[in-house]
Structure formats: C-alpha cells, structure tokens
C-alpha cells in the first residue's frame, strides 16, 4: 500500500488540475488519524488560498444531519417512522389528499413520498420560510407514483422533514442542528448562511475556470434538504465518525439499514437507499453516504463503519463531481477499505439487441427536466430540457442517442463529459427513471 497520508495533497492537487477545479480540499480520518489537505483558490477574482478549515457548500450532503434530527425524535419516543407525517404536522399537505394521508418520515427519509421532489421554492428568509414551503406544497407538489412505490430522489420531502422537526422541537431547523448536532459533536467550521460564512475563509462556486456564481440566493426552504450549510471536510468526517455519540446504536443502524433497491444499471452509485443515506456494497463490504451540490461547488462523503474510515471531499466546481469522485476518493476506498469499486456502465460490445423500444417513445417531466424519448431501429434518441433552476444554471438542453444496457436500462451511445449516463424505464414505459422518477406526460 501506497503512502496514502503523504501522498494526499498531491492525488488532491492532480485530480482537480485533470478536472479544472480551482480550489478543493479533503479530510480522511482512518482509525486515529485525521489527514488533510487542500489544494487551489477560493475564489479565482481574488486568488485567496484553500486551507483545510475553509468552508465549502455541502448541498445535499445536509440529509444525513436532517435524517439525524429526525432519528432522535424517534429515539425519544416522539415520532413514528411508519406513522402519517400530517398527524405530527398539521400543516403538511401534497397535491393528492389520498397521499397526504399515507405519506411517513421513512417515506421522506428513503426519497420514497412519491411527490414532486425538486420544489425550489424561495418562501423568504425569515423563520417561517418551512411554514410558507408546506402552504406552497398544497397545490405544487404533484404527486408522481404512489408512497412507497419506488425511488426518487426528493428533496422537497427532506424539506417537509426539516418543517417537522422545527415544530416538535419548538425552534427553527437550523438551531435544532446547532443545538442537537454540532455543538454536542464540537462541529467550529460551520455556516448556515454567506452571512455567517464570511467569519471565515469561505469557497465560491464557479461554473468554469473563469466564471464565479453567487449561491447567496438559495431558498432558506430548502435548507433541510441541503440549500444552506457550509462547513469544512473536516467537520463532515467529524459527523461521520461521532453520530453514535448524539443517536443510539438502534438509530444508526436504522439509517444504514436499506429500505428501497435504486433503480436500474448502478455501476458506481449507491445501490440502496436507508434513511437519510445513500448505500454502496462493494466486495461485500457497506459503504454508506451522501453527494452534495449547489451552484458551482460540490461534496462527496464516504463512511465506511467496519474500517473507521471516513472520506469527505469539497470541490468549488459542481460539473467535476464525477470525475473527482472517481480519482481520488474510490482510490482512497479501494486502497484503506479493501473494496474494489464497480466500472461504471459503458455500452456493451458487442451492442445488445434492444428489440421494439417503441413503447418508451414519448415525453417525461420533472420540475427541472422534459425528456423527449424517439425510437429508431438503433434504440433511443433522448432530449434533454432543462427548467427552472437547472435552466437558471446555465444547462444547455442536449440531446443523446441511448443503446440497450441491460434489462430495461438504456446508456448513452458516447460519453457525456466523461462518463455515460444512463436512463430506466419502469412500470412498462410508464416512468423514465434518471435518478428521480420522471412521469410519462405525453
């Protein structure tokens, strides 16, 4: 085994230089050990320097500390997972009564609501922006497929968690963090706002090697599900090793326990989901975490419990996830955890034979994406067109030729910025699944 400790700065330094990253640091904690290194600027107008305590936007990797909160009310005989949210949140409603009725914290813990999962909704920045987030749901928050049908990435379900732990505990969603999180694990490099995050070395998110973007203007209603906290990779390691220190062992457990398969041909994403987390099984081994993005900056996090090992990477540049993620923390796993990572899904060689593809032709939307679904006799030709925030992102619309993969799962014909995504048909042609499930609307 390679001298991974002092050979850590310069994997951080050659992958983010392979992958145009101006500024990213690291923190592995593996048994005793906490190794960091940062690499690059913060901000490429200023050319301030990266440090290991500088704070980068975690986005969704939030969901596992929300998931926290809400496991200590069941540890504390508060809240039953398998009990309908609306009976501990009167003000929770979806556009479907019969769904607002069967809706549970597991259902929104395991992205399993079925409800409309990317409602960006700025509802202000006072303290009852979740409140006036739950009136907006009433109406917006189309239903997809039935509670506890399938996967589907939600984060409009992790804000209606944030909203229920605010009324159980009386206070606000970000206090209950401070107060219940981060201060009893000692978490000092942590930010809820760009106001708060200026008391320290703070990362920009860029679009590219030249152009920053402001990530100010994120809704607070979002802040549950991953909109607002800032912190250093140190801290999430710091979360990652100590979370039995603020949840029983039931409860971590419980969080780690999978509750629903991901769709499809997985190659290196998770291939379960627990509560608040996504799960990987590689070599046998349990890996468990959480990807995070906003606007220009990104994170990923490994757990992995049987080797004390913790990995948590910060990037200002979102489009690079991929690529950082495959260079430096599988690596990173494969060499302290003994695992061997899957490849990712490549088009098979030679091509399968895809039959008639005709009966997934059509459209399907998201809130941010309508796919146009053609087919020929090579397989499928799919347009991708982005809406509301993913537009605002600057996401041109792109369209891709997708061959059979396996099963009714489709990739893409060519890499697309490295690697090729792939697209799963459920239910018959009824769903197109790309990490949410979008309905068929033709």
Not at 227 to 237: K, Q
Not at 274 to 289: A, D, K, R
């Amino acid at each position: 085994m390679t001298d991974w400790r002092g050979s850590l700065p310069d994997r951080l330094a050659e992958a983010a230089r392979r992958h145009g990253v101006p500024g990213a640091a690291v923190a592995v904690g593996h048994g005793g050990d906490l190794v960091e290194a940062a690499y690059g600027v913060l901000d490429v107008r200023t050319g301030a320097a990266v440090t290991p305590d500088s704070l980068f936007h975690v986005g969704s990797v939030t969901k596992p500390w929300t998931a926290t909160l809400v496991l200590q009310l069941v540890d504390e005989g508060r809240l039953d997972l398998d009990a309908p949210v609306v009976g501990y949140l009167p003000g929770f409603a979806v556009a479907d009564p019969a769904a607002t009725a069967a809706v549970t914290a597991r259902h929104l813990l395991a992205h399993t609501g079925g409800f409309a999962g990317d409602l960006f909704l700025d509802t202000g920045d006072g303290d009852d922006a979740a409140d006036r987030y739950l009136e907006r749901l009433r109406t917006e928050a189309v239903q997809v497929h039935p509670p506890g049908a399938m996967f589907s990435y939600c984060n409009s379900g992790f804000c209606v968690l944030g909203a229920l732990v605010a009324r159980l505990r009386g206070t606000t969603w970000e206090t209950a963090v401070r107060e219940r999180v981060a201060g009893p694990l000692g978490v000092r490099h942590l930010a809820f706002s760009a106001a708060e995050a200026r008391a320290f070395a703070a990362a920009t998110g860029h679009l590219d090697s030249r152009r920053t973007v402001d990530d100010a203007t994120l809704p607070r209603s979002n802040a549950a599900a991953g909109s607002r906290i800032r912190a250093a990779p140190r801290e999430l390691v710091r979360f990652g090793r100590e979370i039995g220190t603020v949840l029983s062992a039931d409860a971590v457990a419980a969080m780690r326990t999978p509750q629903v398969a991901a769709p499809g041909v997985v190659g290196r994403g998770g291939d379960h989901w627990g509560l608040g987390l996504e799960l990987w099984t590689w070599s046998g081994v349990t890996i468990v975490g959480h990807d995070g993005g906003v606007p220009g900056q990104a994170a990923m996090w490994r757990v992995v419990p049987d080797h004390d090992l913790v990995v948590a990477v910060s990037i200002n540049a979102d489009a690079a996830t991929t690529g950082m993620t495959d260079d430096l923390v599988v690596p990173l796993l494969e060499e302290l955890a003994g695992v061997t990572a899957p490849s990712r899904p490549v088009p098979p060689r030679p091509a399968v034979d895809a039959g008639d593809v005709r009966r997934f032709a059509g459209r399907y939307a998201t809130p941010l994406w309508e796919f146009e679904v053609t087919a020929d006799a090579a397989g499928l030709v799919v347009r991708r067109t982005p809406h509301g925030l993913v537009e605002e992102m600057g996401r041109p619309p792109r369209t891709d030729r997708f061959v059979m993969l396996a099963g009714d799962t489709f990739v893409t014909a060519e890499p697309v910025d490295g690697t090729h995504d792939t697209v799963t048909f459920l239910d018959g042609g009824r769903y197109l699944h790309a990490g949410r499930a979008a309905a068929r609307v033709d």
